[in-house]
């Protein structure tokens, strides 16, 4: 395994003055290194990262990260700062800079090696030891643990203080546990004679580095505090589950996560804490007193039986209180995310197969029987059959996790066999909807039936897929089936007839939703019922414009707040102006989620500004009578758009509406509010750093 990070890779003088220079000048030598591939590349992606959420942390130290297919292995740069560089951080802007590069399927052992460094950023010796060195090859030494060569002097503090190393993550984690687990019993008499006990789970996007510092974090707090803490971290390296036993003697629990947590319904029952994982970095202490505090209180966020072997994860994921229609949301909204996926990269192949070979290659020969290496259309078929393949799965993956949604994995086999169902009698996407739905409640009305101790184990293996399945492959095939594809029939000939004012309304209500959460679960709604459309072999002209009208509004958020920084920057702060940039790209790629740190910070001008500006861009693509097969792809996939030229004017009217208002609102105040020296980019006002924000961007 080569060396994470060697002396080249180090900058002790970094001039830069922008995170994006810094993370470019340290991408640099990882190219020069041979570590990265495509500069360019690198950097969007880790541009992106950065737009979940700033990579700033309390003390001065900044870590820009991410994963990508650029790097060829996993590899850290580290540069220091004179200048100090402002990553978001509340505290102001930091001067160790290390930037983590881990290609997009990074071994084991080398995340464990990120992970234990993530860990010892929240030691004060080690940041203070990379302060002090005076070498290249010194720095790179102390990231690599490694004790500095014979003679040479410690870049650490006080005489015979070790430089801070990096230690596997097994063994950090045993340290971790067993100093916390100790912890309680070093306290003087005074104290209880048990410990305060508390499990943590901490999570974040890209698991590699806030993950766990905030383990870190939240243990040191817990050990100055006399508590017991165990901490469980979710991470990119994989996690081991804490021992049931453990979780059960527990008095509270600490979630500080940016991602759901995994098997959540394990911790049912306790006090809990649920917060960002920023929050446990900077200020673990207040969150282990909540914990007490809730504890004392005896809050627990589910009944104890809340969470038994058949719940569900979206069950387990809600409030004790979450009514029938918001668990019916969480329901259907896990089966179109899984759905996604599938959408993006078959419609994507089918439209670049399109650009090669024109619409006729839907009509090829397969290529399983006929193909020649060296024709274009042999080429374009192939990519047009690979995207109809993955089209195929659309409808039973919908109802497969719709149904998992509601019952957990029994939940799956019947889903997808009714989602198939659904497919082979042409009901189509209301029908998986169906499918889905009825599967779910199945399995759940199977597991309320008591059974004997000794038939509980094949119940999930064998007694509910079987019955189950065959209870839903009926009610497909000879009841509810057939009047469900006589809907959708009637909504596609109702779509194939929609001209004039019906069509323009119709295109009006899609821009709205596709702009009301900014790819929130009303803006998935609106775009799984234009993907469903086209998600046929032979998809209708209505169907082709409502996919047009989806993906021209859903573009119109990110791009309306790029052309307002860019014309009236002084109603926004510094770091809006900076993620206005990143905005031209990621409107002009369909991604409305561009626009969410804009609308975090100033909810009631940005969303309803971005509203009215995708009706109209909705409403002109259909006057126009624009058509796309493509789901995904924005400005892109434009050569496929019928009527390109009109598409793109829509695009632009309603961007300039968007812009107009809310520049128009942004102005009815009298002045942007004043950066404090030193923040500007960190707290709401600079928009994006508090931990609310960070939770909207990463649940959208």
């Not at 737009?51 to 996993?74: F, K, N, Y």
């Not at 070790?162 to 005074?190: D, I, K, Y």
């Not at 999570?203 to 974090?217: L, V």
């Not at 812009?659 to 923040?679: D, H, I, M, S």
Request: glycine share 12%; hydrophobic share 50%.
């Amino acid at each position: 395994m080569s060396e994470l990070i060697t002396a080249d890779l180090v900058d002790l003088d970094l001039s830069a003055d922008t995170k994006e220079a810094a993370a470019r000048s340290l991408a640099e030598r990882m190219v020069e290194a041979g570590r990265v591939t495509d500069l360019d590349g690198f950097l969007a992606d880790v541009a992106a990262r950065e737009e979940q959420m700033p990579t700033g942390l309390d003390g001065g130290i900044g870590i820009p990260h991410c994963r990508s297919a650029h790097v060829t292995e996993p590899t850290l740069a580290f540069g220091r700062s004179a200048a100090r560089i402002d990553f978001g951080a509340a505290d102001g802007p930091a001067d160790l800079i290390f930037l983590i590069a881990a290609p997009a399927g990074a071994d084991s052992d080398h995340l464990t090696i990120l992970s234990s460094l993530a860990r010892q950023l929240m030691n004060a010796d080690f940041t203070d030891a990379l302060r002090s060195a005076d070498r290249p090859e010194q720095a790179a030494a102390l990231i690599r643990g490694e004790e500095p060569a014979a003679g040479e002097p410690a870049a650490a503090g006080p005489a015979g203080v070790e430089p801070a190393g990096v230690e596997p993550v097994a063994s950090g984690l045993a340290a971790a546990s067993g100093s916390a687990a100790s912890s309680g019993a070093s306290q003087t008499g005074s104290e209880p004679a048990v410990p305060f006990r508390i499990v943590a789970v901490t999570s974040c996007p890209t698991g590699i580095a806030h993950t766990y510092m905030a383990a870190e974090s939240l243990e040191n707090a817990a050990r100055e505090a006399g508590v017991e803490l165990v901490v469980e971290t979710q991470g990119s390296a994989g996690f081991d589950k804490l021992p049931t036993a453990t979780i059960a003697a527990a008095d509270a629990v600490v979630f500080a996560h940016d991602v759901e947590v995994r098997e959540k319904a394990r911790f049912a029952g306790k006090p809990t804490v649920d917060v960002g994982v920023k929050a446990a970095i900077s200020r673990p202490a207040e969150l282990i007193a909540e914990a007490r505090g809730k504890a004392a209180r005896g809050e627990v966020a589910a009944p104890a039986d809340g969470a038994s072997e058949g719940s569900a994860p979206m069950d387990a994921d809600g409030a004790a209180g979450d009514g029938f229609g918001t668990r019916l949301r969480k329901w259907l909204m896990t089966g179109v995310s899984y759905m996604v996926p599938f959408v993006a990269a078959g419609g994507l192949l089918i439209a670049l197969a399109f650009a090669i070979g024109g619409y006729e290659i839907a009509s090829a020969k397969s290529v399983a029987d006929h193909f020649v290496w060296t024709e274009t259309s042999s080429w374009a078929a192939l990519l047009f059959q690979i995207g109809g393949a993955a089209f195929t799965f659309l409808v039973p993956v919908l109802a497969g996790y719709i149904a998992y949604g509601m019952a957990d994995r029994p939940g799956l086999v019947p889903g997808f066999v009714g989602g198939y169902i659904a497919t082979t009698i042409k009901a189509g996407f209301l029908g998986g909807l169906v499918a889905g739905l009825i599967a779910g409640a199945v399995v759940m009305a199977i597991q309320r039936f008591k059974v004997p101790a000794s038939m509980r184990g094949i119940m999930p293996v064998v007694v509910i897929p079987l019955v189950s399945s065959a209870i839903v492959g009926v009610l497909m095939f000879v009841v509810i089936g057939k009047p469900i594809a006589s809907a959708q029939e009637a909504m596609t000939d109702w779509l194939n007839g929609l001209s004039g004012a019906n069509a323009i309304g119709l295109g009006v209500l899609l821009g709205l939703m596709m702009c009301f959460d900014l790819g929130g679960p009303v803006n998935k709604v609106a775009y799984a019922f234009a993907t469903g459309g086209i998600a046929v072999s032979d998809p209708s002209t209505g169907s082709l414009k409502i996919m047009a009208a989806v993906m021209a509004a859903g573009m119109v958020p990110p791009l309306a707040m790029a052309l307002a920084t860019t014309v009236r920057g002084r109603l926004f702060t510094r770091a809006e102006r900076e993620n206005g940039k990143a905005a031209w790209v990621l409107g002009a790629s369909f991604i409305s989620e561009g626009a969410i740190p804009f609308a975090a910070a100033d909810p009631l001008r940005v969303i309803p500004s971005s509203m009215v500006g995708g009706a109209v861009t909705g409403a002109l693509s259909m006057a126009f009578d624009c058509t796309l097969r493509a789901p995904h792809g924005g400005i892109f996939v434009v050569p496929l758009i019928g009527q390109p030229f009109l598409y793109l004017l829509a695009i632009v009217a309603g961007t300039v509406v968007s812009t107009g208002l809310v520049v128009f609102l942004k102005g009815l105040r009298k002045t942007a509010e004043p950066e404090a020296p030193g923040q500007a980019g960190g707290g709401a006002a600079a928009g994006g750093t508090t931990e609310d924000e960070s939770k909207v961007a990463v649940a959208v």
